[in-house]
């Protein structure tokens, strides 16, 4: 069992919990996702992914192991659920153990941005580097770091939170009052709000909608001035905290992913500009800066290969 | 020879080059200082090194290594100078290759900060643990990085310079052209010109020499409102670096030496209070923060102990 190629990779999110069977970096089948907030509790959750687990395994009896990418704080040794940030019920939930009595199979858990990054990493984008930093963009701002060829985890496994770092020493309190914090600039309902205000300024009516990232990429590619104005002051941003990454860890590349991500060059071009003015030669010249290869499938896949990698 | 306990540490600095002989971390010899300024090019420079070096190796025949502390970027690997910040003709220097040619010994050629860092790594403030950042606080502000019980040096060897990471992405441009660099406000001559700055609004007048780092520490100590509102003013903007570098690397130690941490608890106490308040749990609840066990000595004992690990 422990040399089939086959893995199982579960993907928590906010909303749905998405499990599929996974050969190499090609999902080859995948379970209805399971509708996160509908269980009350984290056992009754529990209950409905090892029956979708067991499922699968009756179609494909050869899985190796499963690996699970959890969106909160997690002790990935030993495989313990610290707490999740947007679903209730889950503190201090020993996950791996749990999940392994009940399937029997070898089990590992980590945080989904390590996963995301660990996809980016062993199959995608980042493939080959020894020092990559990768970061995600969306609700939140994740990341996860690779230096020397390893993820560097930190003392508390908690290490690459580039989405908790300071632009600004006075700026904007973030989660965890922590002052500047990126992802309360950049973060999906940020950017929103800053575009919306500034187009009221403006003296332009416009719906939250039609200002969240995907409707502001869109105006942005036709020319819209605010739209454009936005995306260069989200580069910029970006490139602060990234700029600091590249000051710290002087990493071969960057890896970007994440919904926000998906407004391509609007994003990446200003983004570029600010952070290269801002480097020397020896952490800029060799510096890649690189979409990621997985789009909505990075956690999945990623969790199924840290899963394959570590049994 | 390679079996002797002897290394000689080098610590080259803009004023003078300081050259001794250690044993475990302890100088036991030490040559009168060269004064770096004094010689035109690298050249006479180096030739004057290894007379210090020779002289000090007929007292000591048993030398088993040599460790260089170099203030600017260098390939660790190859032992090559490619730039000092304050010293001029030192622009690509192979001086690993040289000094190794000159005095037939192994030569080691590394970053100050990082030797600084390695000394209270290994024999200092820092002994023991897997994860620590490590920061001198002086003219400049320099780092190096501690991380799965590795150097992080990164993909060109320049990483860890926590100087050069932003606390303000709009703020005062550093060196490089980054926007907000945490040294253009916490370095020795930022910290002086601002308190002359305050002390001149508030209609005191003050010599700058009164506005440097001792002597507005010792103002502060005799209770000085303005001195003592710089040093809160110091310890926050240095805790937003600080605080960026646990959000990525989740350390267990920070360890700050330096001349301007020579003012001790006036630094660490607003330094501590502005930086616990913008961590989570995991990055805080086992946190250390440590004064640097070494003082001038800490460059001349890192690069010895470099030589002695790396032979």
Redesign the interface.
């Known amino acids: 069992m422990k040399d089939s190629p086959l893995t199982i990779g579960i993907d928590f999110g906010g909303t749905t919990v998405k499990i599929a069977v996974v050969f190499q970096s090609h999902i080859i089948d995948q379970a209805p996702p399971i509708a996160t907030q509908e269980y009350a509790g984290h056992g009754e959750l529990i209950e409905a992914m090892v029956r979708v687990v067991e499922e699968l395994r009756t179609r494909h009896p050869n899985i190796a192991a499963i690996g699970v990418g959890m969106p909160g ?1 997690v002790n990935f040794e030993k495989g313990l659920v ?1 707490n999740l940030t947007n679903v209730r019920d889950w503190e201090s939930v020993p996950l791996k153990t749990i999940l392994q009595e009940k399937i029997g199979l070898p089990v590992v858990v980590d945080n989904d941005a390590n996963c995301m990054a660990f996809a980016e990493w062993k199959c995608g984008s980042g493939r080959g580097f ?2 990559v930093v990768f970061i995600t963009l969306g609700t939140g701002v994740g ?1 996860a ?1 690779i ?2 060829g ?1 993820m ?11 989405g ?7 700026g904007r309190a ?1 989660h ?5 914090a990126l992802e309360k600039y950049v973060g999906n309902s940020e950017i929103t709000a800053a575009a919306h205000e500034a187009y009221v300024a403006a003296g332009i009516q416009k719906s939250l909608e039609d200002c969240a990232p995907a409707a502001l990429a869109a105006a942005a590619y036709h020319g819209d001035p605010i739209a454009l104005a936005q995306w260069e002051s989200v580069g ?2 970006l490139a ?1 905290s990234v ?3 590249c ?6 590349a960057i890896v970007i992913g994440g919904g926000v991500a998906r407004a391509g060059e609007l994003l990446f071009k200003p983004f570029k500009e600010h952070l290269f ?4 030669a ?2 800029k ?3 890649m800066l690189l979409p990621a290869a997985f789009g909505h499938e990075a956690g999945i896949i990623g969790a199924a290969a840290l899963a394959r990698e570590l049994i």
């Open positions: 704080f610290y020894q020092h990341g770091i230096a020397n390893q560097i985890r930190g003392a508390r496994h908690g290490a690459g939170e580039v908790q770092t300071s632009i600004d020493y006075q973030g965890y009052g922590n002052r500047g910029r941003m602060t700029m600091n990454c000051w710290l860890l002087n990493p071969e003015v801002q480097l020397s020896p952490f010249d060799h510096l």
